[in-house]
């Protein structure tokens, strides 16, 4: 804090929390850093948190390192459908995407529905419709592809017995969020994902349910989660740590409750990433790995895949 009013602005991003392959370490360190970096850039600016974390989010929707945008995974018909969030604190006002085909950047549809409509959440083929009406550049599939993908879904489909569990940890995946604080003290979310792999057609998880994939409230902070998401929407699990901040637990606190929580409830595994009113920034997770970059009090960039 510099003063009663005026609050550091900062930003945490995260890239995902699961099993992350060793050889791909390097590439969601960058990502997350450069995603990072993007927001910070516009917070130093003046610019508002809302616009710093779908900066983030697009920065790593647009790296095939991530499972979000470009690098998404298939579901088990071999389409691409993905779902994307962003919220601001200030009105507690959203917009979500829900299982769209056809664009590179899922957040900034999201935000096109937060701008311009009265409504919070659009899905399918309704979403990809507006997107087309906004004059959003509609990709074919190829775009959006990547051979780590290609291969995953080729050996997914030879597993007859094949469960979302059994994926769920040893493979990388990577749903991206970030959120913020800025100089006004407003908060804002964002998260998007390609999803967990081998989804059904029309699967929808967390990360587009407001509460469970994100949540901002200039009354107590802002969140961002990833990871299983059947486990995550049952918890609300972003508004769960929100709540625990306005209740007075510190950020890491809140964070740590929450993802104790979800697995003590669940079984879950996952990650969440938290800043607070006062703009302490909080991550949590219960997986091998969780990419995460932050900024620090002096606006320098911290990044960590591990604890
Ligand atoms: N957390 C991303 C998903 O389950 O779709």
Redesign the pocket.
């Known amino acids: 804090m510099k003063g009663i009013l005026e609050v550091i602005p900062r930003i945490i991003v995260h890239g995902g929390a699961w099993k992350i392959a060793e050889e791909e370490h390097a590439g969601h360190m960058a990502g997350v850093r450069a995603a990072a970096e993007a927001g910070r850039a516009i917070l130093a600016a003046g610019g508002s948190a809302l616009d710093a974390v779908e900066r983030a989010v697009i920065v790593m929707e647009d790296d095939p390192a991530f499972d979000a945008g470009v690098g998404s995974v298939f579901n088990r018909a071999g389409d691409i459908e993905m779902?994307a969030i962003i919220m601001d604190g200030r009105t507690l006002k959203l917009g979500a995407v829900a299982a769209v085909r056809g664009i590179t950047n899922p957040v900034r549809l999201a935000r096109m529905l937060f701008d311009d409509t009265d409504h919070s959440l659009l899905v399918g083929e309704g979403a990809r419709r507006f997107a087309e009406e906004k004059g959003m550049r509609l990709c074919a599939q190829a775009e959006l592809t990547v051979p780590r993908e290609i291969e995953r879904f080729l050996r997914l489909q030879k597993m007859p017995d094949y469960r979302l569990s059994y994926e769920f940890t040893p493979d990388p995946q990577g749903?991206v969020g970030a959120v913020a604080i800025d100089a006004e003290g407003h908060v804002a979310a964002a998260t998007s994902?390609g999803?967990?792999a081998y989804k059904m057609p029309g699967r929808v998880?967390?990360?587009p349910l407001v509460g469970s994939?994100a949540y901002a409230d200039d009354l107590s902070g802002a969140a961002s989660?990833?990871?299983?998401?059947e486990s995550?929407m049952r918890v609300v699990l972003c508004k769960m740590a929100t709540d625990a901040v306005a209740r007075g637990l510190r950020a890491q606190q809140a964070a740590d409750l929450a993802i104790r929580t979800m697995f003590e409830r669940t079984g879950g595994y996952g990650g969440l990433i938290l800043v607070d009113r006062q703009g302490q920034v909080a991550f949590a997770y219960n997986t091998p790995h969780m990419t995460v970059a932050w900024t620090g009090e002096d606006g320098s960039i911290h990044a960590r895949i591990k604890a």
């Open positions: 779902d749903t994902t999803g967990v998880g967390d990360s994939g989660a990833t990871g299983h998401g995550i």
